[in-house]
């Protein structure tokens, strides 16, 4: 019988009817660069990338809660060495009883989150998450990522029903422009999303529904002394509370 994975649903962010999947951040992230953070398997001590400008909110959930690094790392170790029809598989294997029990119990389908942390890791795994898309049609997905390369590469293959948000500060963030993708940009105020035209996600709904690019405030335990750091400590004394329990529902 195969691994079973972790899927889990809501959290204080996410709205409970998002069933999201996600791996360990930094590890499986190769197109990371401006966020690059890394919480060590063992210990969660966060080790930051050389060009890091603000650090990587899933990564800094891993270095606090030991349960949580675990079940990602769980999540990763059965998958990665899996071809593309093993990771299919596997995916709709572990999420159809939970996409049946919430389509019963509450009369609608789930809304699938491909990451909170973790990004696609290799090409066979992103092809399989539009093939489970493709499969659980219309049941609606949705993911950040910083692999504007496989979207490109596979762009006509990406089912209506999945909504990607390319995340700025990548390596390839030239191809976001080259090809007017939908992206979503971190920024440290909120002038700074006013100048650049874009509104401020507090819930995801700009990020799983169908509209322009958009922003989001920094937020998550940023290191000492950076700017990034600073940004957040200003953003408190005008009352941010950060992507918790306190922001804006659904």
Known sequence: MATKLKWSQGNVKLPSRIIHLSLPSGYSCPMALKCLAKADKHTGKITDGSEQEYRCYAAMQEARHTALRKSRWHNYQTLKNLNLTGIYNTLKSTLLPIHEDFSHNYHLPPII????GGDFFKEDYFLAWLKLAETLEPTWFYSYTKRTDLWIKHIEKIPP????????????????????????????????????????????????????????????????????????????KEGWTGYNKDSKGV
């Open 113 to 116: 989150r491909a990451h909170v």
């Open 161 to 236: 029903n999945f909504e990607l948000n390319a995340s700025r500060g990548g390596k390839r963030d030239d191809l976001i422009d080259k090809h007017n993708l939908k992206c979503a940009e971190v920024v440290f105020n909120k002038n700074q999303a006013k100048k650049k035209g874009l509104l401020i996600d507090h819930d995801d709904s700009l990020a799983y529904t169908r509209g322009p690019s958009f922003a989001q405030l920094i937020h998550g335990c940023q290191k000492a002394g950076s700017k990034a750091s600073k940004a957040i400590q200003l953003l408190k």
